[in-house]
């Protein structure tokens, strides 16, 4: 066979001059990601002080992720009864009883949507698997153009980098952003956002955060959520919901979940991605959950159908195993108030170290107001320390937090409390 002049300069690329193997790799021009790039510098720092905030997991008072003890203790019973196990595959959709108290546990019991049958719940792997499939349906199927939809998606400014980078996966590539967090006001600016969502295309998709918004901290208030409601139902902007801890940020299950409730109870369609690895301490075994609630029940076998195709071509059946240590502990009133008193101890202690860092500064004479701390929930707060300044932290102080200035609120503890407290005075107070 005779090659021409293209293929042989090519050829002589992958063999080499010796016939064996590429001298050069097809992933050459890889780079490091940004996202690990703070943890990349924490790593290599020496310093015997040195504080990793940009973490996602729950730490505890030791630094330490925290395992909950009802958690631990149901996986030991499940994993040990050997009768709980099948050699069969599980179903595309995951776990049924799974997939039905997740689905419980974010529209409530006594859901309309739930009751006339137009809900379809599907176990995912992890939170990114949920956000992911969600785009997957929505590329393929959108209104049924009969193309595949491109956009436009919008995320809130800031967004948690791979957000943007799930959608573009599918195809989607119009990706936008609407004004979130007021820097001066530190906390949510509604008047802006809802002049974003106005502009917004009809028939566009938004992704919205029900509750402890990542990596901010800062939630509208239900009467803010109305307004959000309303304006959404009234351009016929699609709700994507992200509810990645569901009690970590007020304690209460039902008030964070309560702006999807709200949207529901409008008679909106509506996603919903759920991740229960932060809530109930599943850091290695992620389990997820998408929500899709539907206008009418009769396209309802349809969806499913078309779910469970691209189920397959995605990661065929989830695990079961953790899913049922779950929705053990979903379906069982003991279990399910001894989860929530763990849960509401995470947050009381997560409100407790913004009190003490708020007090800390004040003591410390920190240039301006830090009521913002403790008026945000959940794991996350936006510190509303400016790119400079975060610089100063992890060059000078070997602090690191996120670029944006966001930090995990559970990563500072009664050991480096102070030390955090002083580095971050001397970062607003220093000259550059």
């Known amino acids: 066979m005779r090659l021409c002049g293209d293929c042989r300069a090519a050829e002589g690329v992958v063999h080499g001059k010796d016939g064996h193997g590429s001298q050069v790799s097809v992933f050459s021009t890889a780079a490091a990601a940004d996202a690990t790039a ?30 909950l003890p009802l958690v631990k203790k ?59 499939l969600g785009a997957e349906l929505l590329r393929q199927h959108w ?82 959520w109305k ?25 209460d299950l039902e008030r964070d979940a309560w702006p999807l409730q709200y949207f529901e109870s409008l008679g909106m369609e509506l996603l919903c991605a759920q991740s229960f690895s932060l809530c109930f301490g599943l850091y290695g075994e992620h389990v997820g959950h998408l929500l899709c609630v539907l206008r009418q029940n009769s396209i309802l076998l349809a969806v499913q159908s078309q779910v469970e195709k691209l189920v397959r071509a995605l990661w065929a059946q989830p695990s079961v195993g953790t899913a049922r ?50 008026q945000q929930g959940g794991l996350y707060s936006c510190t509303g320390l400016n790119g400079q300044q975060v610089q100063f932290l992890s060059k000078r102080r070997h602090i690191y937090l996120l670029p944006n200035g966001c930090l995990n609120v559970s990563a500072i503890n009664s050991h480096n409390l102070s030390y955090v407290a002083q580095s971050i005075h001397e970062a607003l107070t220093s000259p550059v």
């Open 227 to 251: 307004v959000v409601g309303q304006l959404m139902m009234r351009r016929s902007l699609l709700p994507f919901f992200l509810l990645p801890a569901q009690g970590l940020c007020y304690g």
């Open 74 to 132: 149901i996986k030991q019973q499940i994993f040990t009864d050997p009768t709980l196990f099948s050699e069969n595959y599980s179903s595309s959709l995951g776990l049924t009883e799974f997939t039905r108290r997740a689905t419980e546990l974010a529209l409530g019991t006594n859901s309309r949507a739930v009751l006339e049958n137009r809900v379809l719940g599907v176990q995912t792997v992890g939170f990114t698997g949920a956000v992911r």
């Open 143 to 224: 209104y049924g153009i009969g193309a595949a939809w491109c956009g436009p998606v919008y995320l809130s400014s800031p967004f948690e980098a791979s957000l943007a980078s799930t959608f573009q996966a599918v195809g989607i590539q119009d990706v936008r952003q609407y004004y979130y967090w007021n820097d001066e006001q530190r906390g949510v600016g509604l008047e802006k956002l809802l002049e974003d969502l106005e502009r917004a295309p009809e028939q566009s998709v938004v992704v919205l955060s029900a509750s402890a918004h990542f990596p901010t901290g800062a939630d509208l208030s239900q009467k803010q």
């Open 38 to 67: 703070a943890l990349s510098s924490f790593n290599r720092d020496t310093h015997a002080s040195k504080v990793y905030l940009a973490g996602e997991e729950y730490l505890n008072d030791e630094g330490h992720t925290f395992v």
């Open 325 to 374: 240590v779950i929705a053990t502990v979903l379906s069982n009133p003991a279990h399910l108030s001894e989860w929530q008193d763990e849960v509401k101890h995470i947050v009381e202690r997560c409100m407790l170290i913004r009190e003490r860092l708020r007090e800390r500064l004040r003591i410390l004479g920190s240039p301006g107001c830090w009521d913002h701390l403790t």
